[in-house]
T-cell receptor
């Protein structure tokens, strides 16, 4: 049981490049979310999903796209990377609402630098 | 979801109890209080949650005031490994998302 797996762990992008951050969970969780955490700051919600085929925007969705074609995977796509997107990105999942039971299980993060 | 207010930082001595306060004066009847912690650079980790009763698990205790406007997370015997940022979050029952605030940076000192 791997939990929430994020790849890659580290990435350096040039301004204007696009890329996809991968998130996979093997716990049959319905709810998944993406957060970003800037240095010394708290986590901010980018996008979330309550099940396959259903996604919605969080606090800071601009510049990011998501899709949820399967229960297991929730990739985050950066359309045209900007230095302001330099951050640590965390993916999280929960069996049902994060307001039930043990809440979210988080991945170990992807550290992204945009130069 | 109701907003929360936490002190930005606090120190505590190793082996002593750490009491972390959280104010959530606008909480409504169907909102839970959740606590997570984030140890340096790692993903946040669930600690405990409650609605109105006090709760205890192997990690911590959660004390919620009778009017539910504030709560305290208690780490009974703090260790150096408890050094982390602790987040108090209020979320509607069956809510779709968690919103994190600034949290309390706890430093456990020998």
């Amino acid at each position: 049981n791997a939990g929430v797996t994020q790849t890659p762990k580290f990435q350096v992008l040039k301004t204007g490049q696009s890329m996809t951050l991968q998130c996979a969970q093997d716990m049959n969780h319905e709810y998944m979310s993406w957060y970003r955490q800037d240095p010394g700051m708290g986590l901010r919600l980018i996008h979330y999903s309550v099940g396959a085929g259903i996604t919605d925007q969080g606090e800071v969705p601009n510049g990011y796209n998501v899709s949820r074609s399967t229960t297991e995977d929730f990739p985050l796509r950066l359309l045209s990377a900007a230095p302001s997107q330099t951050s640590v990105y965390f993916c999280a999942s929960s069996y049902s609402s994060p307001a039930t039971g043990y809440g979210y299980t988080f991945g170990s993060g992807t550290r992204l630098t945009v130069v | 979801d109701a907003k929360t207010t936490q002190p930005p930082s606090m120190d505590c001595a190793e082996g002593r109890a750490a009491n972390l306060p959280c104010n959530h004066s606008t909480i409504s009847g169907n909102e839970y209080v959740y606590w997570y912690r984030q140890i340096h650079s790692q993903g946040p980790q669930y600690i405990i949650h409650g609605l109105k009763n006090n709760e205890t698990n192997e990690m911590a205790s959660l004390i919620i005031t009778e009017d539910r406007k504030s709560s305290t997370l208690i780490l009974p015997h703090a260790t150096l490994r408890d050094t982390a940022v602790y987040y108090c979050i209020v979320v509607k029952a069956a809510g779709n998302k968690l919103t994190f605030g600034g949290g309390t940076r706890v430093l456990v000192k020998p």
